[in-house]
């Protein structure tokens, strides 16, 4: 994560992956959220998030652990 942002989540669990009205990823951390504007892969170049979202849609709504 290269370019994090602390935001303010109300809903669902800690580790919820959702959209920003920006169309930016984030990540509820509750309470909170942190919003993730850039983040690179091991081994790759970095991206902006919704450049990352284009190529892995499926994150969006899913639980990290």
């Known amino acids: 994560i290269l370019h994090p ?6 809903n669902q669990m800690p580790g919820f992956v959702f959209l920003t009205e920006q ?3 984030a ?3 509750n309470p909170g959220s942190l919003g993730i504007e850039e983040l690179q892969l091991e081994g790759k170049n970095n991206v902006g998030s919704q450049e990352f979202l284009r190529g892995y849609s499926k994150i969006v709504g899913a639980v990290l652990t």
């Open 5 to 10: 942002m602390i935001g303010c989540a109300e």
């Open 23 to 25: 169309k930016e990823m």
């Open 27 to 29: 990540v509820n951390c």
